[in-house]
């Protein structure tokens, strides 16, 4: 299979030919893996019961979902990434915002994928073969699994797409496995070695379950959707199908591996660590199953967040060729692989980082969904690769490439954000005024759209642009 050449570019009608059967079973099967599992398990080490760690990431998930899912009917529209997208917005080198949150949001989430992927592959071979568990051991296995998913990534969507429809079967199986190997030991009832409520109370630890594991998870994709998507065709598939794909590959792709994480988390009593005791809870029958289930569920999710990096790297330095790209952020996630496993508890990395990244992002989804409605999905797509052809003007140029307005708003937004987050080394002042509880996700995003409203009044245009096979391609004129 050739390696695809397709970058951020628009992408031709022809070579749309991927439905919502598809993006159901990429979001479905890249996330059944270790990366996405282990997000189950913090609820269990902050110190809350089987049912209320259940109800926290499903009302989390639900919320999350409802928010991000719109996004993938605006590269269905526009034919690029969502980054990319943006730029109606933002501003044709204001959209560098969105590339720029989304390939943070990417290097974490495959940092994390192949740290807690090749804890666990370690921790099995010691049990399996007396692998030592030294450095030496860590940085062979870390080394592989970022080869193997660096290798998918460049190769790109198709085979990522392929990978994924093993992987939704495949994972899906070895799950099924691991509820049999682990129930013997579940228990529903709180782990007193979590040393009670993380936060000192039930609703607000409860709350910040809600937001760490189950709300993060959508977020996570609000620059990722559009990679798919770009490559269904509207003359195709109706918007409607598309979105309902959105909404079931992203509901069962996230709710079916952190539920698992929470059902192994209590079996194995995993309240300050989650790789160790999954392996030492694991039966001897099961470990060959766990060592398949951490590698290749690792390369399928790791890949795809690779694929993605490279292709908002892409957009920041149009120069750069996408596979050359994904070649450098592989480099920059490996070394953050290295830094998470020696420097740093699980525990704490994972919530400060999602934490952060769904304060800052929040906002720039918000705003680029008010754009979407206001422009009724109608985007001149020529205008919005102004940037990447080194060019100027076009109807998104604003002024000097950017709309500042769409800047502040996002600014302010994500600002508040971290005003409101409360992290393990960190409280933000606003705390004092939410009663301890975090509510960053919602204040920077109320903050956000609320400013980008009232700095930027709906005052849109309309003009024809040449049509194409698919459908009339209107364009809309920025807000001034």
């Known amino acids: 299979m050739p390696i695809e050449q397709r970058g951020v570019d628009t992408i031709p009608d022809e070579e749309r030919t991927s439905g919502p059967r598809d993006l159901v079973s990429i979001l479905l099967g890249s996330n059944l893996c270790l990366g996405v599992i ?38 269905l529209r526009t034919a690029t ?16 915002i969105g590339s720029v949150v989304g390939l943070l949001l990417a290097l974490g989430y495959t940092a994390l994928t192949v740290w807690i992927g090749g804890d666990v592959m370690v921790g099995v071979l010691v049990r399996l073969v007396g692998l030592p568990a030294d450095g030496v051991s860590y940085g062979v296995v ?35 496995l691991g509820l049999v190997a682990y129930a013997p030991d579940f228990t529903t009832s709180a782990l007193p070695e979590a040393g009670g409520y993380l936060l000192g109370g039930y609703w607000p630890t409860w709350l910040l379950a809600a937001v760490a594991a189950g709300l993060s ?7 990722l959707l559009g990679d798919y998507t770009r490559y269904i065709s509207p003359a195709r598939h109706t918007p409607r199908r598309v979105l309902h794909a959105t909404w079931l590959g992203l509901i069962l792709g996230l709710l079916v591996p952190q539920l698992f994480g929470t059902f192994t988390a209590y079996a194995a009593r995993a309240a300050f660590d989650y790789a160790g005791p999954l392996v030492d809870a694991s039966p001897a029958w099961y470990l060959v199953p766990l060592l398949l289930a951490a590698s290749a569920g690792s390369v399928g999710n790791a890949g795809l967040m690779l694929y993605s990096m490279g292709l908002d790297l892409d957009a920041i330095l149009p120069r750069a060729s996408r596979a050359a790209a994904t070649y450098t952020v592989a480099v920059v996630a490996t070394v953050c692989v290295f830094v998470g496993h020696y420097a740093s508890t699980a525990q704490d990395a994972m919530t400060s980082f999602v934490l952060l990244l769904t304060a800052i992002g ?6 680029t969904l008010i754009g979407f409605v206001r422009c009724r999905g109608v985007y001149d797509a020529d205008a919005l690769q102004v940037f990447n052809r080194r060019s100027r003007g076009g109807i998104y140029w604003y002024r000097a490439g950017w ?13 508040t954000g971290l005003l409101a987050v409360s ?23 109320l903050v956000g759209g609320v400013v980008y409203l009232l700095l930027t009044p709906a005052r849109t245009a309309v003009r024809a642009a040449p049509e194409t096979d698919s459908e009339a391609a209107l364009s809309v004129r920025g807000e001034s």
């Open 38 to 75: 282990v997000f189950g398990w913090l609820p269990p080490s902050f110190g809350l019961d089987f049912w209320s760690s259940i109800s926290s990431i499903v009302a989390g998930t639900l919320v999350g979902t409802a928010l991000t899912a719109p996004l993938a009917l605006i590269s």
């Open 81 to 96: 990434n969502l980054s990319t997208s943006s730029g109606a917005q933002f501003g044709v080198r204001g959209r560098l």
């Open 142 to 176: 870390y080394g592989l699994l970022a080869a193997a998913t660096v290798a998918g990534a460049v190769y790109g969507y198709k085979v990522l797409l392929a990978m994924s429809r093993v992987l939704a079967i495949g994972m899906t199986a070895l799950l099924a």
């Open 217 to 223: 998870g959508p977020i996570a994709f609000i620059t």
């Open 362 to 367: 929040t906002p720039w989804a918000v705003i």
């Open 403 to 415: 709309n500042v307005r769409a800047a502040v708003a996002w600014a302010l937004g994500a600002f």
């Open 423 to 445: 992290l393990p080394e960190y409280e933000g002042p606003l705390l004092a005024y939410t009663g301890g509880v975090d509510c960053s996700f919602l204040l920077s995003g």
